[in-house]
């Protein structure tokens, strides 16, 4: 394990945002996770995983830990289920890739999300009407401070919408090292009511579909709206989707009666992002070298040289037109650093 001073980060953030870390280093196994942390426990430490939510507006004053922690495998299966545990540096859709491989069900909604598996519970991440938290069973994170492994399982992670403890009371405590998911062998949930995905089956002539098939329809699905960040620096969804009081809701479904909207509980509506966005008018718009994706208002683009500062005004001024407008407040789901 070597430290590098002034080590640029710009391929190590799906943006594409030119940063430099102060230090870096990269851990490949547990041992060499907790020396490091023992090593330098008076510096100050930045976790990095994949760098796929995240949008740097400065350098890096800190060692920057890069988690490189590989390994997946099946650890029981029984009564139509598995159990299967991750590394945390295993890249998410290569990791969803081979739960479909060995007939695994349950993550195949979740298909194409850029990322790792360590940084999925701390986000929660979802889409098509999927969450982690549907199918996770515990994760094992290192405390920073003494370096123990910890499991956490399902209910002490407090899951919520894009949220977990890891984001919360716990956040720069803990870094997960691993998760386990509880995965069907058989008679698998079939989801196909969220989105476009009923729509993609029907064109390519699929009536009783597949995990294999679902998967594929998601990833169509998502190729069609969002850049590749190898092609196009971008972090997926920049904004969550409000969710609003059911009072707050019908005071802006008066006004715009075509808002689309998702009944969360008798007391809370979700609008979406993306079409309060577009309704502003900024789907499609660049400023200099940052801008808003063309297919989905939901995404913000770095075109080329933008700065993370220059993606940050833009998203402010989004928000501050989205509220203006609609009377509806977004916030980023990106963390920016």
Same mark, same amino acid.
């Given at each position: 394990?070597?430290?590098?001073?002034?080590?640029?980060?710009?391929?190590?953030?799906?943006?594409?945002?030119?940063?430099?870390?102060?230090?870096?280093?990269?851990?490949?196994?547990?041992?060499?996770?907790?020396?490091?942390?023992?090593?330098?426990?008076?510096?100050?430490?930045?976790?990095?995983?994949?760098?796929?939510?995240?949008?740097?507006?400065?350098?890096?004053?800190?060692?920057?830990?890069?988690?490189?922690?590989?390994?997946?495998?099946?650890?029981?299966?029984?009564?139509?289920?598995?159990?299967?545990?991750?590394?945390?540096?295993?890249?998410?859709?290569?990791?969803?890739?081979?739960?479909?491989?060995?007939?695994?069900?349950? *993550?195949? =909604?979740?298909?194409?999300?850029?990322? +790792?598996?360590?940084? $999925?519970?701390?986000?929660?991440?979802? %889409? #098509?009407?999927?969450?982690?938290?549907?199918?996770?069973?515990?994760?094992?994170?290192?405390?920073?401070?003494?370096?123990?492994?910890?499991?956490?399982?399902?209910?002490?992670?407090?899951?919520?919408?894009?949220?977990?403890?890891?984001?919360?009371?716990?956040?720069?405590?803990?870094?997960?090292?691993?998760?386990?998911?509880?995965?069907?062998?058989?008679?698998?949930?079939?989801?196909?009511?969220?989105?476009?995905?009923?729509?993609?089956?029907?064109?390519?002539?699929?009536?009783?579909?597949?995990?294999?098939?679902?998967?594929?329809?998601?990833?169509?699905?998502?190729?069609?709206?969002?850049?590749?960040?190898?092609? *196009?620096? =971008?972090?997926?969804?920049?904004?969550? +989707?409000?969710?609003? $009081?059911?009072?707050?809701?019908?005071? %802006? #479904?008066?006004?715009?009666?075509?808002?689309?909207?998702?009944?969360?509980?008798?007391?809370?509506?979700?609008?979406?992002?993306?079409?309060?966005?577009?309704?502003?008018?900024?789907?499609?718009?660049?400023?200099?070298?940052?801008?808003?994706?063309?297919?989905?208002?939901?995404?913000?683009?770095?075109?080329?040289?933008?700065?993370?500062?220059?993606?940050?005004?833009?998203?402010?001024?989004?928000?501050?037109?989205?509220?203006?407008?609609?009377?509806?407040?977004?916030?980023?789901?990106?963390?920016?650093?």
């Amino acid at each position: 394990m070597e430290i590098i001073a002034n080590y640029p980060l710009k391929n190590h953030n799906t943006f594409g945002i030119s940063a430099l870390a102060k230090e870096f280093i990269q851990v490949h196994t547990i041992t060499e996770l907790a020396e490091v942390l023992k090593q330098n426990k008076n510096k100050k430490l930045f976790i990095l995983g994949g760098g796929s939510n995240m949008l740097l507006t400065r350098d890096i004053d800190a060692l920057v830990v890069h988690i490189d922690l590989k390994g997946k495998e099946v650890i029981k299966s029984e009564n139509g289920f598995a159990e299967v545990k991750a590394m945390a540096g295993e890249n998410w859709h290569e990791f969803v890739q081979f739960c479909i491989s060995n007939n695994l069900g349950g *993550l195949e =909604n979740l298909s194409l999300i850029p990322g +790792n598996v360590g940084t $999925t519970p701390i986000q929660n991440i979802g %889409a #098509y009407g999927t969450e982690i938290k549907d199918t996770f069973v515990s994760c094992e994170a290192m405390d920073i401070a003494t370096q123990q492994i910890k499991t956490f399982t399902k209910e002490e992670c407090e899951f919520a919408y894009r949220e977990s403890i890891f984001k919360g009371k716990l956040k720069d405590q803990y870094i997960i090292v691993s998760v386990t998911f509880k995965l069907t062998t058989e008679n698998h949930k079939i989801n196909t009511s969220y989105g476009d995905i009923a729509a993609e089956l029907t064109k390519n002539n699929v009536v009783i579909p597949t995990i294999k098939d679902v998967s594929e329809a998601v990833t169509a699905i998502r190729q069609s709206k969002l850049p590749n960040p190898a092609e *196009l620096g =971008n972090s997926g969804s920049f904004f969550k +989707n409000p969710i609003i $009081t059911a009072q707050e809701f019908e005071k %802006a #479904y008066l006004l715009h009666p075509t808002m689309p909207h998702y009944k969360v509980s008798d007391t809370e509506v979700k609008v979406p992002a993306g079409w309060l966005i577009e309704q502003s008018g900024f789907k499609g718009k660049r400023f200099g070298d940052a801008g808003v994706h063309a297919k989905q208002a939901l995404v913000l683009v770095n075109y080329g040289n933008a700065t993370g500062t220059e993606i940050l005004d833009l998203s402010k001024k989004i928000q501050n037109t989205v509220f203006e407008n609609f009377g509806i407040a977004i916030e980023a789901e990106v963390n920016i650093i």
